[in-house]
């Protein structure tokens, strides 16, 4: 099974390009959420990716400008 992201048919985020991470989950959910590491970060960086053309990198910042670091990340949390 692969780890890919697929976003389209024809884009595909290889596994290798997105960095996880493990982190204790806050809030209620009782003593179980407060003692394991149960939020999943997926970091991936519109800027150094090999998937998207200049153009398409180009539409995307602007596109997601207010949800980029200033280091071209996109960091989506699961809880």
């Known amino acids: 099974m692969s780890n890919d992201i697929v976003i389209t048919e024809t884009i595909t985020i290889p596994a290798q390009e997105l960095e996880i991470t ?27 990716t090999q998937v998207l053309s200049m153009e398409e990198k180009e539409r995307a910042q602007v596109v997601l400008a207010n949800r980029l670091t200033t280091d071209g990340y996109i960091i989506v949390h699961n809880s």
Do not use: M
């Not at 989950?25 to 939020?39: F, I, L």
């Not at 997926?42 to 800027?47: G, I």
């Open 22 to 48: 493990t982190s204790r989950a806050g809030g209620p959910g009782g003593q179980h959420v407060n003692k394991t590491s149960s939020r999943i970060t997926v970091y991936w960086n519109l800027l150094t």
